[in-house]
Nanobody, 126 residues
Framework: QLEFVESGGGLVQPGGSLRLSCAPSGLTIDTYTIGWFRQAPGKEHEGIACISDDDHSTYYADSVKGRFTISRDNAKNTVFLQMDSLKPEDTAVYYC???????????????????WGQGTQVTVAS
């Protein structure tokens, strides 16, 4: 599996913003749909934003729709997640994953992954 290094997390107040980045180690993202996932304490991994490889179509979970924006820069081999209007319930460890499927919704909602990297911690608190 394509493994990523995620960065950009931190502590932010409710209503604030963060921009996460992820880049793979060793391979390029060109032919993969990439997704941002998160895991809050005591909860399962949740696919929140995914972007396809061909037409860069996107899918967002209802929990982040209108607040988060996923984008990719294949030239820089990097995927971004702009997070605005952050809420305490956004507190989680955030991960990037890649999948061969060209369907962003499938990757976010149905795809299963056997392992997860270290991720980046996002804490939203006042």
């Amino acid at each position: 599996q394509l493994e990523f290094v995620e960065s950009g997390g931190g502590l932010v107040q409710p209503g604030g913003s963060l921009r996460l980045s992820c880049a793979p180690s060793g391979l390029t993202i060109d032919t993969y749909t990439i997704g941002w996932f998160r895991q809050a304490p005591g909860k399962e991994h949740e696919g929140i934003a995914c972007i396809s490889d061909d037409d860069h179509s996107t899918y967002y979970a209802d929990s982040v729709k209108g607040r988060f924006t996923i984008s990719r820069d294949n030239a820089k081999n990097t995927v971004f997640l702009q997070m605005d209007s952050l809420k305490p319930e956004d507190t989680a460890v955030y991960y990037c994953k890649a999948h061969f499927s060209g369907d962003a919704q499938y990757v976010c909602y149905w795809a299963e992954f056997s392992s997860w990297g270290q991720g980046t911690q996002v804490t939203v608190a006042s």
